[in-house]
């Protein structure tokens, strides 16, 4: 093992130890240097039963937050992992404009992600390490996802509008990448003022209001 692994694993078993002592682990924030370093690929760091241990705690801190996805750098541990899990009750209108369907829990081991065509789609998004905030993001309708599933297997998919937006918005934190370095500035708004202004289905108005 060599010390980059041992420090990662003992990193990963103190979380676990923090988690069992009834507290959960923070959600780094943006500034922390776990989310602007590319997480190295899984290959056997932890073992079967850590890697569920620390899955299952991604989970609980993604429902605890809550949010929608979380990768493994935001709780400051630079492995390619991250849970993704979408089955919030939404509004009608909400979900057919944002194709927003209900995603089922997963947990995705190196995943790799590819558009699927040239269209896009431009919606509000927030992240748990962007506390407060919510931006306009242009992404891909359409991508395929290849992952290894918390069983081992080799798994692939495709998903189609929030989905899609889920899954790029976890990769790109497996990159070192945050939303904020895609996020049309001027959209930019304090959740507050999101929510009293610009929380529609679509994004015309926030674009008349704030001139984007
Ligand atoms: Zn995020």
Redesign the pocket.
């Given at each position: 093992m060599t010390p980059e692994t041992a420090a990662l694993r003992l990193l990963v078993l103190s979380l676990l130890e923090t988690a069992d002592d009834g507290a959960l682990p923070p959600i780094v924030q943006l500034g922390h240097p776990a989310l602007r370093r590319p997480a190295v690929e899984f290959d056997g760091q932890l073992d079967d039963a850590e890697l569920a241990a620390f899955l299952t705690l991604m989970r609980r801190v993604m429902h605890e937050a809550p949010g929608v996805?979380l990768?493994a750098p935001?709780l400051g541990v630079p492995l390619r992992l991250a849970v993704l899990e979408d089955v919030f009750p939404v509004d009608e209108a909400v979900a057919e404009v944002r194709e927003r369907a209900p995603l089922p829990y997963f947990a995705a081991i190196n995943p790799r992600w590819r558009a699927l065509c040239e269209q896009t789609a431009s919606f509000y998004e927030g992240?748990?390490?962007f506390d407060g905030y919510q931006g306009v993001v242009e992404r891909y309708r359409r991508v395929a996802l290849d992952w290894t599933g918390d069983d081992g297997a080799a798994r692939s998919d495709e998903f189609t509008g929030w989905q899609a937006r889920i899954v790029q918005?976890?990769c790109d934190?497996l990159d070192g990448t945050?939303?904020v370095d895609r996020v049309v500035t001027r959209s930019l708004a304090s959740t507050a003022e999101y929510q009293g202004r610009w929380a529609r289905p679509d994004i015309t108005e926030a674009r008349a209001g704030l001139g984007f």
């Open positions: 996805g990768a935001q992240c748990l390490s918005h976890e934190h945050v939303y």
